[in-house]
């Protein structure tokens, strides 16, 4: 019987060769004519995917930035990046999944036919732009000189890397051109947009603070550009918690919050917040506490000694809210926008207003956001070690250590403020071959761009300073 049903379809697969040969040599799980849109949705998550996640092979940063600490693998916290291969791994997905994806959906945009009039198409592309710009400057805030003008030039396989301060400037110019290109009376990529589902509006003010963060980063490295581009930017950035440029997750997989996905749904046990947060919070009578972190197996609020193994059952956890399904994950905040504003204020960037007034409205936006009342937020800032005028260091601890207690959960923005203002001081690990000055200030280029594009890779290490965490970049100058 086996013979006879083989026999059967062997006959019925050779007429159909013969009948419709061209058929076979189609593969139907990877179709040549994609949506632009389609492309643009499976970048946008994509690049959410890997901000947002704790999976230890791809986004480490709030062990950089100490908001968490491990319970029983200490590479990472200790600073190993390279047993996991984590550069390698983050290089792949801004490079192939990112960038590759809104390259190609750039270039069918104007494919679409005439069902897509010509200004829509404009923003569609001008949404394109300003992901494509985000991308890039994670990856230059990230490495440093990287491949940009030969960056997806297929079949270039060995690209070059750009000067980082370079590709900034450019970054700029198309940030600039994509702004000016958005018309907010029409849509975009409608509900294919996981972002602002095609609203305009909310895309010209994420570019906007997009832009005023580019330009403060700027500040040190040259204060002339930073002032024009923050000064520009500020008057349309966003100027309430309800225009967040938020990534709303689902309820059920496979879109759900990548936190979920890593701590709930794996049913691991690998994170507690760490003693440097938790400390510092705690030391302020923050209100956040108990929105950020769980209570301790004594019912307070500890965090686990940073960068040694700690004892699951007795510290704080990230709150219970953080690990929904559905929580949202945040490109940037109104928070942020202000905390930006009062450190423009101290560079004498004329942007209004005073720095004890966007200080003090930074912290609001922030306890409200996470679920804090204004009487929760008055009371904190009615503190002497908290107020503007009274708390302890210059302007740049101030703000440096509150935005850095802001951006919890945004591991990356966490880090990139610390190097940014040196504060606050953080904790070092317990091991003696640790040093503060061991804390990355860049992550070091991939193992195959070093196998595999040499000489490039060489140059670009040379022309850095040297392939090392140590290493500072352009636009970190203290």
């Not at 104007?110 to 897509?116: D, I, M, R």
């Not at 958005?182 to 509900?191: E, K, L, P, T, W």
């Not at 003693?275 to 302020?284: E, F, K, P, S, Y």
Request: a negative charge; charged letters at 20%.
């Amino acid at each position: 019987m086996k013979k006879i049903l083989f026999l059967l379809f062997l006959v019925g697969f050779t007429f159909s060769c013969t009948k419709d040969f061209e058929s076979l040599n189609t593969d139907q799980k990877n179709p040549s004519n994609v949506p632009p849109g389609t492309l643009f949705s499976f970048a946008q998550k994509s690049m959410q995917d890997l901000m947002t996640e704790p999976n230890v092979n791809r986004n480490i940063f709030r062990f950089l930035s100490q908001y968490w600490t491990s319970t029983t693998y200490v590479d990472e916290p200790q600073y190993d990046i390279s047993t996991r291969n984590i550069p390698q791994n983050v290089w792949r997905i801004l490079y192939r999944d990112v960038l590759n994806n809104m390259k190609e959906c750039q270039r069918l945009i104007p494919e679409q036919g005439a069902g897509v009039i010509p200004v829509v198409q404009k923003n569609q592309n001008a949404c394109a732009e300003i992901m494509t710009v985000y991308t890039y400057s994670v990856l230059v805030l990230t490495f440093g000189d990287v491949p940009y003008s030969e960056a997806l030039s297929y079949p270039n396989l060995y690209p070059k890397f750009d000067d980082a301060k370079t590709i900034y400037t450019d970054l700029a110019t198309r940030l600039d051109k994509a702004i000016s290109d958005i018309d907010v009376n029409n849509g975009g990529f409608g509900s294919q947009d996981l972002l602002y589902a095609g609203d305009m509006a909310g895309w010209k003010t994420f570019a906007n603070s997009l832009k005023l963060r580019l330009g403060m980063i700027l500040a040190d490295a040259d204060a002339g550009t930073a002032k024009r581009m923050v000064e520009e930017a500020a008057p349309g950035a966003i100027k309430a918690n309800g225009e967040n440029a938020v990534f709303y997750y689902m309820s059920s997989p496979p879109n759900t919050n990548p936190i979920w996905v890593d701590l709930v749904q794996s049913g691991r046990k690998d994170f507690v917040a760490a003693n440097t947060i938790v400390d510092a919070m705690n030391g302020l009578n923050d209100p956040r506490v108990p929105l950020y972190f769980t209570e301790d197996a004594n019912g307070g609020y500890t965090g686990g000694i940073y960068g040694t193994s700690n004892n699951y059952a007795t510290y704080s956890k990230p709150a219970e809210i953080i690990t929904e399904p559905d929580f949202e994950a945040l490109l940037i905040d109104y928070a942020e926008v202000e905390f930006l504003l009062a450190e423009a204020v101290e560079r004498n960037m004329n942007v209004g207003g005073t720095a004890a007034e966007h200080y003090e409205k930074a912290i609001r936006a922030s306890i409200q956001y996470w679920g804090g009342s204004t009487a929760d937020a008055d009371t904190y800032l009615g503190q002497a070690s908290v107020a503007y005028a009274t708390a302890t260091g210059d302007w740049k601890q101030k703000i440096g250590t509150q935005k850095w207690i802001a951006l919890y959960n945004r591991g990356f923005d966490g880090w990139v403020e610390w190097r940014r203002f040196d504060y606050p001081i953080l904790n070092v690990p317990p091991d003696p071959s640790i040093t503060y000055a061991d804390i990355p200030r860049r992550y070091t280029y991939p193992v195959d761009e070093q196998n595999l594009n040499t000489d490039n890779y060489n140059a670009a290490s040379t022309a850095i300073g040297g392939d090392n965490v140590k290493t500072k970049l352009f636009w970190d100058k203290f």
